[in-house]
Antibody, heavy 119, light 112 residues
Framework: QVTLKESGPGILQPSQTLSLTCSFS??????????VSWIRQPSGKGLEWLAT???????GYNPSLKNRLTISKDTSNNQAFLKITSVDTADTAIYYC???????????WGQGVMVTVSS | DVVLTQTPPTLLATIGQSVSISCRSS???????????LNWLLQRTGQSPQPLIY???KLESGVPNRFSGSGSGTDFTLKISGVEAEDLGVYYC?????????FGSGTKLEIK
């Protein structure tokens, strides 16, 4: 059974660094073809892909935020991470992690974690 | 970036009615390897998105066969043949033929 769960700080101040953790089970990020992605959704708005990391450690970032994003993984502990630097109120959103199967797309999503940026 | 335009933005349907959602891409989604990486997802209120269809027309496991996907190039359609109450929510198309991966703006299905 595949599950993913996001965790984060809940609230942080502008200019701080947001650190998110995706803890998953039921699959390994060392399996060929498997990736984990981060996607966010501001309240009442649509979905925005942020970043992806794959089994062979390749990484992809949304160019609109690339300089602010860092994705990484801990294969042994079944976790993936995302850091976003210099946050501002526009980064307030629900952040999801999802399993991405190469050639097929997102097949499992986490429940999401709400992050609020406020002074 | 590839822009996916979904129409209509809102769809009002009665139970049992058949409905279609359009997703038009600003570029062809046919990859050089012959695949078309266009998927559909459903997000029910207060829930995370769930996959419905991948590679234009392939149903995800557990998805009822009243859902079907079709299209090619830049024009794609999700059809629900006989809407049920559990189908309400926001439908998104998504492409990953081109970098970066992008989502459509969504179509909200409401039940009369």
């Amino acid at each position: 059974q595949v599950t993913l769960k996001e965790s984060g700080p809940g609230i942080l101040q502008p200019s701080q660094t947001l650190s998110l953790t995706c803890s998953f089970s039921g699959f390994s990020l060392s399996t060929s073809g498997i990736c984990v992605s981060w996607i966010r959704q501001p309240s009442g708005k649509g979905l925005e892909w942020l970043a992806t990391i794959c089994w062979e450690d390749s990484k992809g970032y949304n160019p609109s935020l690339k300089n602010r994003l860092t994705i990484s993984k801990d294969t042994s502990n079944n976790q993936a991470f995302l850091k976003i630097t210099s946050v501002d109120t526009a980064d307030t959103a629900i952040y999801y992690c999802a399993r991405f199967y190469t050639g097929r797309g997102f097949d499992y999503w986490g429940q999401g974690v709400m992050v609020t940026v406020s002074s | 970036d590839v822009v996916l335009t979904q129409t209509p933005p809102t769809l009002l349907a009665t139970i049992g009615q058949s409905v279609s959602i359009s997703c038009r891409s600003s570029q062809s989604l046919l990859h050089s390897n012959g695949n078309t990486y266009l998927n559909w997802l459903l997000q029910r209120t207060g829930q995370s998105p769930q996959p419905l269809i991948y590679l234009v027309s392939k149903l995800e496991s557990g998805v009822p066969n009243r859902f079907s996907g079709s299209g090619s190039g830049t024009d794609f359609t999700l059809k629900i043949s006989g809407v049920e109450a559990e189908d309400l929510g926001v439908y998104y198309c998504m492409q990953f033929t081109h970098y970066p991966l992008t989502f459509g703006s969504g179509t909200k299905l409401e039940i009369k």
